[in-house]
T-cell receptor
């Protein structure tokens, strides 16, 4: 799986959009971009994933650049409950492969009131 | 659905003692995982299972054993606990849907080895 680079921490005001960047310049054509988050002391939670098209669900939007070397997770209206560590993970489509997720240190997003 | 549950939530052991951590999932997932998380770090894979009766080593398997006797349960054992095994342990199960996956994590077990 390709390596990812994320800023260690970010601040965002409550009610504003939080934009979390991720660099994955060595991504290959069959690798997906996944985002998980971990709220303090809890287990990680799946947010969203994508291959090359932009994706949106009830939690967030994922914007992947055309060359797929970077992506941005967008939380449209951040709340205090969105304070967490956000992990960007590049994951090979392995047709059923079983290996676990590779977590880096992620970005600690702090939502300010 | 309870999702993924873990027992116990917290445990203190003395060096050399043994214990078993239990993970249970009610989503009928084939794949299950055990991770550990040390302070300020991301999760690291200990062992995983692709189905009942099968297990495999992950990134940091030394000092741990696992068993998957039933599809819904995945057990992590420490035969002789060491202070280096002080950590938070997370279990996960995986939903696979045609080319992409979602892992569902339990709430964690906090283990302190003195």
């Amino acid at each position: 799986d390709a390596k990812t680079t994320q800023p260690p921490s970010m601040d965002c005001a409550e009610g504003r959009a939080a934009n979390l960047p991720c660099n994955h310049s060595t991504i290959s054509g069959n690798e997906y971009v996944y985002w998980y988050r971990q709220i303090h002391s809890q287990g990680p939670q799946y947010i969203i994933h994508g291959l090359k098209n932009n994706e949106t669900n009830e939690m967030a939007s994922l914007i992947i650049t055309e060359d797929r070397k970077s992506s941005t997770l967008i939380l449209p209206h951040a709340t205090l409950r969105d304070t967490a560590v956000y992990y960007c993970i590049v994951r090979r489509y392995s047709g059923g492969g079983a290996d676990g997720l590779t977590f880096g240190k992620g970005t600690h997003l702090i939502i300010q009131p | 659905n309870a999702g993924v549950t873990q027992t116990p939530k917290f445990r203190v052991l003395k060096t050399g003692q043994s214990m078993t951590l239990l993970c249970a999932q009610d989503m009928n997932h084939e794949y299950m995982y055990w991770y550990r998380q040390d302070p300020g770090m991301g999760l690291r894979l200990i062992h995983y299972s692709v189905g009942e009766g099968t297990t495999a080593k992950g990134e940091v398997p030394d000092g741990y054993n696992v068993s998957r006797l039933k599809k819904q349960n995945f057990l992590l054992g420490l035969e002789s606990a060491a202070p280096s095994q002080t950590s938070v342990y997370f279990c996960a199960s995986r939903k696979w849907t045609g080319g992409s996956e979602t892992q569902y994590f339990g709430p964690g077990t906090r283990l302190l080895v003195l």
